[in-house]
């Protein structure tokens, strides 16, 4: 058996990341974090690409608070594992805070019998040797948001431990936690999603100014601001780039063989499992869709797949570049850079489906009476 103690803690996954001089500071977003850093949890979700990390390490650099920090990867989904890590990101920054709860976990037979005893001895170990506020980061937390004895030790660490904690949570998905409409109720949670991480105008002018030396005009800004929708990792790597910087940065990324449809193939697409990598590609050829629509255009070309609306809201919660369309309407439509890479290998992988897919949609418009779409 594994104990905790015999664990080595990689140096890399517990500090600070170092910040890079070429990260862009964003006040708008710091100003906000710093007004969430009054709540216990502080919930970052985006998906790939978004700058979550940068704002984190940007973060850590600006405020005064100690912070603790975790970067987390699939190794991590062990429970014990994770207890370890968890305790040496504190440790890392509080030394001898955790070594009463190593002992217990090292005692306990099973993990999930023995979770809330865990729990109580490590907030009370925090209580006894950190007086003042702090932050701990936990960053890639999709990696192991679904395991549930992760995610239950979690939610009862936010609900026990002082307010003197400031816990953050960066994941690619809607986080996974036990108890959240309680906290939330309870005014214990803020956060920021793609709607305030995406790149404003005036943020794709000071990047562009920063790292490239170039002045784009407000149209310019805004026009690029459009075509990306504030997506920072599509402006870098698809082929907007005008400055002479970005061409370099552009010459680099081909050169690795590294372009925007690479980059979502690798990071995003080539993650997923088989269902929704099926229900992604055949669903980007719908400019806007709901559980309903995807029925009418797909149930009869695929009668053995029944879970529509299973995978529409599994696209929602997992951060698939799945944007609302209106409000509280259950329409989602796909980020445009996105739903071209999609369409993309879908052309390549199964362009036999294509035809029968747009005559359905073409029918399904008909029968709604929307004619210019049909």
Same mark, same amino acid.
Not at 127 to 144: K, Q
Not at 321 to 346: C, I, K, M, N, T
């Given at each position: 058996m594994i104990t905790p103690s015999s664990i080595p803690i990689s140096h890399t996954k517990v500090i600070v990341p170092r910040r890079r001089d070429e990260l862009l500071t964003r006040p708008r977003l710091l100003e906000m974090m710093f007004e969430y850093l009054d709540k216990k949890l502080i919930l970052i979700s985006a998906p790939a690409g978004y700058g979550k990390s940068s704002l984190l390490i940007d973060l850590s650099h600006h405020?005064?608070? !100690? =912070?603790?920090?975790?970067?987390?990867? #699939?190794?991590?989904?062990?429970?014990?594992?994770?207890?370890?890590?968890?305790?040496? $990101?504190?440790?890392?920054?509080?030394?001898?805070v955790g070594n009463q709860t190593k002992a217990t976990l090292n005692t306990l037979t099973s993990?999930?019998?023995?979770?809330?005893?865990? =729990? =109580?001895?490590?907030?009370?170990?925090?209580?006894?040797?950190? !007086? &003042?506020?702090?932050?701990?980061?936990?960053?890639?937390?999709?990696?192991?948001?679904?395991?549930?004895?992760?995610?239950?030790?979690?939610?009862?660490? =936010?609900?026990?431990?002082?307010?003197?904690?400031?816990?953050v949570i960066s994941s690619r998905a809607l986080t996974r936690v036990p108890d959240l409409p309680l906290m939330v109720a309870r005014d214990l949670v803020g956060g920021l999603d793609l709607s305030e991480l995406a790149f404003r105008s005036d943020e794709?002018?000071?990047?562009?100014?920063?790292?490239?030396?170039?002045?784009?005009? *407000?149209?310019?800004?805004?026009?690029?601001?459009? &075509?990306?929708?504030?997506?920072?990792? @599509?402006?870098?790597? #698809?082929?907007?780039?005008? $400055?002479?910087?970005?061409?370099?940065?552009?010459?680099?990324?081909?050169? $690795?063989?590294? @372009?925007l449809f690479d980059y979502l193939g690798q990071q995003v697409l080539d993650q997923q499992p088989e269902d929704i990598k099926f229900f992604l590609l055949r669903s980007s050829l719908l400019e806007e869709f709901d559980a309903d629509l995807c029925v009418e255009v797909f149930g009869e070309l695929y009668p053995k797949r029944k879970d529509w609306l299973h995978w529409v809201d599994t696209v929602i919660q997992s951060n698939?570049?799945?944007? !609302?369309?209106?409000? &509280? #309407?259950?329409?989602?439509?796909?980020?445009?850079?996105?739903? *071209?890479?999609?369409?993309?290998?879908?052309?390549?992988?199964?362009? &036999?489906?294509?035809?029968p897919i747009l005559g359905k949609l073409a029918q399904a418009y008909e029968a709604h009476y929307e004619w210019e779409k049909a």
């Open positions: 405020t005064d608070l !100690p =912070v603790c920090w975790l970067s987390l990867d #699939s190794l991590d989904r062990d429970p014990q594992r994770f207890v370890a890590y968890f305790i040496g $990101a504190m440790a890392e920054r509080f030394p001898g993990t999930d019998e023995g979770l809330e005893p865990l =729990v =109580v001895t490590l907030v009370n170990e925090i209580y006894d040797h950190i !007086p &003042e506020h702090y932050i701990l980061i936990l960053d890639d937390y999709h990696l192991i948001s679904d395991v549930p004895i992760i995610q239950n030790f979690l939610s009862r660490f =936010v609900q026990l431990v002082d307010e003197n904690c400031h816990l794709i002018q000071a990047l562009f100014a920063k790292n490239y030396n170039v002045h784009l005009s *407000d149209d310019k800004a805004r026009e690029l601001a459009d &075509e990306t929708e504030g997506w920072i990792t @599509g402006l870098q790597l #698809s082929t907007l780039g005008i $400055a002479q910087g970005m061409a370099d940065r552009l010459r680099v990324a081909r050169a $690795a063989g590294v @372009g698939l570049f799945a944007l !609302p369309v209106g409000v &509280e #309407s259950g329409w989602v439509r796909y980020h445009h850079l996105f739903r *071209d890479f999609l369409q993309d290998r879908l052309s390549k992988e199964h362009p &036999e489906e294509i035809p």
